[in-house]
């Protein structure tokens, strides 16, 4: 995770970050006119309480708590001091928005991955452990380490709003601030998109460009043919295997077994290694080799997961899961 760090007091004239000129300032909609302390990301400025911050953040707590020499009438805004974040403005109006207005913090309603990740990226740096933890809980529960929990979630959106390159976006930020137990059903997800996207990027609606990071990227195409390979030693394993001993016709569930090969995996290959059980898949064969086909899915299904972040050059699940632990999420 990041190492926390303290945001600073700038005094104009000497070490103040070269990000706006006065004439530039956007004064944000957080403004409390009886605020006693501005914060200013690029040149978008806050007005909020110290206390309010000090309370939510051990960081900005510990920095209060160190006498300030005394700033003269040009270093103030409204009489306040002036703190100087690295952080985009963006980020700091989601965890103001939370913290000021409890804003994007009811855990019933999704919210945008630029939400996560903006409570992700401060909650880490000030120790802000409110937004931090809210989103932990619904990265987590989007991107489970248990393949039980994602088949209770039947693979849909609930915690996160879902939008274009979002797959994308939750592996970057995962692999940006050390969350590895995300990152294997992440990578997972990426692998389903062409080579060439995966390259290039995905246009988000906003038109912007989704792109791995590039270690991310290397991650995925070396191992997309390595999933090929797995699936069939695992989920779809039934496909070449023999059919049920009390089967009596056996050249036809052979063939009908050979049907849904050649359908999902020629000319080209599916990745479908988490796909469910299908029920047509039963129509081409007697109902003893279908329930020892659904078993072997089963299994092979289970098997592919545990093997899933080896795939990507990740630690087992096992140890993944102690980040999770760690985090009391």
Known sequence: ??????????????DEPETATDSSIVRS?????????????????????????????????????????????????????????SDS?????????????????????????????????????????????????????????ELKNLDDKRYDWDKISYSKGINIDVANLAREQNLLSVLPY???????????????????KDNTIAKLAPINERAVL????????????????????????????HQDCNNGRNQILRNSFFPLPLYTCLATWAREWEDNMCGACALKAQDRHAVGRQKYWDELPSTFGLPDWEELKKERVLSNI
């Open 1 to 14: 995770m990041s190492t926390p760090s303290q945001p600073e007091v700038n005094r104009k004239g000497t």
């Open 29 to 85: 909609e957080i403004w409390f006119h009886d605020g006693n302390i501005v914060l200013q990301a690029g040149r978008t400025q806050f007005k909020i309480y110290q206390g309010l911050l000090s309370a939510n953040s051990t960081v900005f707590a510990d920095m209060f708590s160190i006498p300030q020499p005394p700033l003269s009438g040009g270093d103030l805004v409204e009489g306040c001091a002036v703190i100087h974040l």
């Open 89 to 145: 403005a963006v980020d700091v109006t989601y965890v103001l928005e939370a913290l000021c207005k409890r804003s994007h913090v009811t855990i019933d309603e999704p919210v945008s991955i630029s939400v996560v990740a903006a409570f992700v990226r401060l909650g880490q740096k000030y120790q802000i452990d409110a937004v931090l933890s809210e989103a932990l809980k619904r990265l987590y529960n989007e991107f489970p380490v």
């Open 186 to 204: 992440a990578l997972h997800l990426c692998c389903y998109v062409r080579s060439d996207v995966t390259m290039q990027g995905v246009q988000r």
């Open 222 to 249: 070396a191992a997309s043919h390595s999933i090929l390979l797995l699936q069939s030693s695992t989920t779809f394993s039934w496909l070449t295997a023999d059919g049920s001993d009390e089967c009596d016709t």
